[in-house]
């Protein structure tokens, strides 16, 4: 078990040179130096290739991660399909949740961080448990268990202070003074102590679990399969773009302006079809860009179908799928608003700006009106449909403290068209990087972010909002992304480092919003925004 995959693809290798070696000796003493030489070369050539196949096929087959059996399975299902069962019954008790527990642990902190933080544990602790059950369908797997343990570590942590070392807002250490093993000890203590030991283990297998993950992708040669392409395909480390507004919006409506949401069902419908049009614009841009000869195995940075993870005709059944799940959302919301005019126009728009990016006959990205598309895609049009579909109007705070989010997400789209600038220009495109130049575009990309967090202390300060100021815990972030941008052994990766970092920003404006609505700062709650922005950081990578 000490054994890597590496080191035992080695094994077939190590003796294929051996064998070639003893024939190679064999055919010297009985056939001269001249043709045991051209044998000797032949033979050695065959074996490299032979065992070059060899590897890649056990490192395929012997990934610790695969299951090979139901024992296996069911290994992993009883560990984490527990935690699968306890968040269905966290959903369905919510509001009961909310307050008799999470409520009374992080306050004083508003309700509405309460809800924030148990959508957390819901989220995070369902989809890493299901995550972590899927990793041994195949080499995949160890994405799925390298994402899926990360989630379920965020998820023991918080619900390790939520629900024992501050249960009900009596932190652990003032149940008694006596220490858990002292008989004198309180049974509540001795009950959260059991409970918060149990979850020190589970940090302790789940941590294990990932870091064998990680050896096992660091050491794999073996092609990415049909699912990781899949989840390559959608690019959901793009789905930032379309979560971070809506984050911003739902805080600035409930906490700014006091207005209730319809409902939770309602809300994630809402965020989920727009991530559905995401999604096919997403794959459109891939599949044109593909047969128009612009991502090429040398300088894609999508490496979906250059690199074959899914054929063609995959990509356009799953862009077909996306489309029609949003236009049936877009549906509803028409007769939901009473065919409202701006839910009509404004739907349609962001429609045909997402498609039309790179799809048609003059698709906007090539003719210099990508940047100023997705800015409306992303910023104005999303949210002023989103508000009416939730709250019935457009509120003017709404738009301006999601116009720094939209300058996030732009800055998201340069970062790929800077890196794109000469596979772009060969094409013809004309894209805002090329029509800028090399350097006025790092400028332009520096104004991006920096201006998002000017737009938003502009917008708090405006509307009497401090937590605006919960935006600078991640200047630092943003100044280090205008370096890397600089550094062209990281620019490849320059736009999902961009897309992780506008998602720190929404929620850093969001919670700062949600926790300090009014004028007057609180430490805590900036506190709290700078540390909650120090765990995405971590878990971002």
């Given at each position: 078990?000490?054994?890597?995959?590496?080191?035992?693809?080695?094994?077939?290798?190590?003796?294929?040179?051996?064998?070639?070696?003893?024939?190679?000796?064999?055919?010297?003493?009985?056939g001269?130096?001249?043709?045991?030489?051209?044998?000797?070369?032949?033979?050695?050539?065959?074996?490299?290739?032979?065992?070059?196949?060899a590897?890649?096929?056990?490192?395929?087959?012997?990934?610790?991660?695969?299951?090979?059996?139901?024992?296996?399975?069911?290994?992993?299902?009883?560990?984490?399909?527990?935690?699968?069962?306890?968040?269905?019954?966290?959903?369905?008790?919510?509001?009961f949740?909310?307050?008799?527990?999470?409520?009374?642990?992080?306050?004083?902190?508003?309700?509405e961080?309460?809800?924030?933080?148990?959508?957390?544990?819901?989220?995070?602790?369902?989809?890493?448990?299901?995550?972590?059950?899927?990793?041994?369908?195949?080499?995949?797997?160890?994405?799925?268990?390298?994402?899926?343990?990360?989630?379920?570590?965020?998820?023991?942590?918080?619900?390790?202070?939520?629900?024992?070392?501050?249960?009900?807002?009596?932190?652990?250490?003032?149940?008694?003074?006596?220490?858990?093993?002292?008989?004198?000890?309180?049974?509540?203590?001795?009950?959260?102590?059991?409970?918060?030991?149990?979850?020190?283990a589970?940090?302790?297998?789940?941590?294990?679990?990932?870091?064998?993950?990680?050896?096992?992708?660091?050491?794999?040669?073996?092609?990415?399969?049909?699912?990781?392409?899949?989840?390559?395909?959608?690019?959901?480390?793009?789905?930032?773009?379309?979560?971070?507004?809506?984050?911003?919006?739902?805080?600035?409506?409930r906490?700014?302006?006091?207005?209730?949401?319809?409902?939770y069902?309602?809300?994630?419908?809402l965020?989920?079809?727009?991530?559905?049009?995401?999604?096919?614009?997403?794959?459109?841009?891939?599949?044109?860009?593909?047969?128009?000869?612009?991502?090429?195995?040398?300088?894609?940075?999508?490496?979906?179908?250059?690199?074959?993870?899914?054929?063609?005709?995959?990509?356009?059944?799953?862009?077909?799928?996306?489309?029609?799940?949003?236009?049936?959302?877009?549906?509803?919301?028409?007769?939901?608003?009473?065919?409202?005019?701006?839910?009509?126009?404004l739907?349609?728009?962001?429609?045909?700006?997402?498609?039309?990016?790179?799809?048609?006959?003059?698709?906007?990205?090539?003719?210099?009106?990508?940047?100023?598309?997705?800015?409306?895609?992303?910023?104005?049009?999303?949210?002023?449909?989103s508000?009416?579909?939730?709250?019935g109007?457009?509120?003017?705070?709404?738009?301006?403290?999601?116009?720094?989010?939209?300058?996030?997400?732009?800055?998201?789209?340069?970062?790929?068209?800077?890196?794109?600038?000469?596979?772009?220009?060969?094409?013809?495109?004309?894209t805002?990087?090329?029509l800028?130049?090399?350097?006025?575009?790092?400028?332009?990309?520096?104004?991006?972010?920096?201006g998002?967090?000017?737009?938003?202390?502009?917008?708090?300060?405006?509307?009497?909002?401090?937590?605006?100021?919960?935006?600078?815990?991640?200047?630092?972030?943003?100044?280090?992304?205008?370096?890397?941008?600089?550094?062209?052994?990281t620019?490849?990766?320059?736009?999902?480092?961009?897309?992780?970092?506008?998602?720190?920003?929404?929620?850093?404006l969001?919670?700062?919003?949600?926790?300090?609505?009014?004028?007057?700062?609180?430490?805590?709650?900036?506190?709290?925004c700078?540390?909650?922005?120090?765990?995405?950081?971590?878990?971002?990578?």
């Amino acid at each position: 078990l000490t054994l890597s995959s590496a080191d035992i693809a080695l094994v077939p290798a190590c003796c294929g040179s051996v064998r070639a070696a003893f024939s190679a000796m064999r055919r010297r003493k009985e056939g001269g130096d001249a043709d045991g030489q051209c044998d000797h070369s032949a033979e050695k050539t065959q074996a490299v290739v032979q065992n070059g196949h060899a590897s890649e096929h056990c490192d395929e087959a012997l990934s610790l991660l695969k299951a090979r059996g139901c024992k296996d399975f069911l290994a992993r299902l009883s560990f984490v399909g527990i935690f699968v069962t306890e968040n269905i019954l966290h959903a369905i008790n919510f509001e009961f949740e909310i307050d008799a527990m999470v409520a009374p642990a992080v306050a004083p902190l508003p309700r509405e961080a309460a809800v924030c933080l148990h959508l957390v544990h819901i989220i995070f602790g369902l989809f890493g448990a299901a995550f972590v059950i899927i990793s041994g369908f195949d080499s995949a797997g160890r994405t799925a268990m390298t994402k899926g343990t990360s989630m379920m570590l965020v998820f023991m942590s918080t619900i390790t202070w939520t629900w024992w070392v501050n249960r009900q807002g009596i932190p652990y250490w003032d149940l008694d003074p006596y220490p858990f093993w002292d008989m004198r000890c309180s049974a509540e203590k001795r009950n959260r102590t059991v409970h918060i030991l149990k979850n020190v283990a589970i940090v302790g297998a789940l941590t294990m679990m990932q870091q064998m993950a990680k050896y096992e992708m660091a050491a794999s040669t073996a092609k990415p399969t049909f699912l990781e392409g899949l989840v390559t395909a959608l690019r959901p480390w793009s789905f930032s773009a379309t979560i971070a507004p809506q984050l911003v919006l739902l805080a600035v409506l409930r906490r700014l302006l006091g207005i209730s949401l319809p409902g939770y069902a309602a809300t994630f419908m809402l965020v989920l079809s727009i991530i559905a049009i995401q999604c096919a614009a997403n794959l459109v841009n891939s599949y044109v860009d593909f047969r128009r000869g612009i991502d090429t195995k040398d300088n894609a940075g999508d490496r979906t179908l250059v690199d074959g993870l899914v054929t063609p005709t995959v990509l356009k059944v799953l862009a077909m799928f996306c489309t029609v799940w949003w236009f049936a959302f877009y549906a509803w919301s028409v007769v939901a608003t009473g065919f409202h005019h701006m839910v009509l126009g404004l739907a349609a728009l962001g429609t045909f700006l997402a498609i039309g990016y790179t799809a048609g006959p003059a698709p906007l990205k090539y003719i210099g009106l990508g940047d100023l598309a997705v800015f409306i895609s992303f910023g104005p049009g999303v949210v002023a449909y989103s508000s009416i579909v939730l709250v019935g109007a457009v509120h003017w705070e709404a738009l301006a403290f999601t116009v720094p989010v939209g300058l996030f997400v732009v800055a998201t789209l340069h970062a790929n068209n800077y890196r794109d600038i000469e596979s772009d220009s060969s094409t013809g495109a004309r894209t805002v990087a090329i029509l800028l130049g090399p350097k006025a575009s790092l400028r332009y990309y520096d104004l991006l972010l920096l201006g998002a967090h000017a737009a938003a202390l502009a917008s708090g300060y405006y509307y009497g909002c401090s937590g605006a100021l919960a935006s600078l815990a991640v200047l630092p972030q943003s100044l280090w992304l205008c370096m890397r941008i600089r550094r062209r052994a990281t620019l490849r990766t320059q736009d999902e480092e961009t897309a992780k970092s506008t998602m720190m920003f929404a929620v850093a404006l969001g919670l700062g919003i949600v926790i300090m609505p009014g004028a007057e700062p609180s430490r805590l709650g900036l506190a709290v925004c700078v540390l909650v922005v120090a765990v995405l950081k971590v878990f971002a990578n």
